[in-house]
């Protein structure tokens, strides 16, 4: 079985640029997070999604960050526009419909210079 | 509010020796706890979980970890450590209504294992 596929693993910007994550879930994990990692630290929940409803956005800056998870499968993550304090890394999980495991996806390493 | 704490940022131990991870976390009701393992450059991955039932759980890669209520703790042990399993280690516990409607985890800042040969 397929884990859970994130694009890019790197991407280096510029301030003020905008950047794009996707993440592609375990087939029939219905839940996805998005997590932000910064260096020396644990995993901070951004958003989460059941099916194509985002239930969970309190966390998420709204003024530069948003997210899409059209037809309740892949999702993608934004930002627009970066400022420096985003170089982090972006983390998908998921999990299954009646599930209580998250499974992780390999993260997008985000540097802005 | 909900927080775990790992008290250790970096343990080195001897390839072989036995190893001790450290989790307190602060929760009202009986948590859902997790251990998560990342390699560099890796996404995290399930050690082991704990519901509810036998307070000793066992994961992969042999692992194990108890949920002492009283201590409000969940440590990570390892009998012998192998040189593979340096990588950061991560608490983390399921916030209010997980497994429900809300499903979030928070975690704590992680543990950096040194494996020394």
Redesign the interface.
Known sequence: EA??V?SPRYKIIEKKQPVAFWCNPISGHN?L?WYLQNL??????LI?YENEEA??DSQLPKDRFSAERLKGVDSTLKIQPAELGDSAVY?C?T?PRGG????????TRLTVL | AQS?TQPD?HITVSEGASLELRCNYSYGATP?L?W?VQSP??????LL?Y?SGDTLVQGIKGFEAEFKRSQSSFNLRKPSVHWSDAAEY?C?V?APG??G?????I????TKLSVKP
């Open positions: 884990g859970v994130q839940t997070y020396g630290q644990g995993p901070e929940l989460r239930v969970d983390l999980a999990t209580d495991t998250q499974y992780f996806g390999p993260g | 775990v940022i859902y997790f998560y450059g890796q996404g995290l991955q399930l979980k519901f991560f983390a399921g997980y497994g409607s809300q499903g979030n985890l975690f704590g800042k992680g």
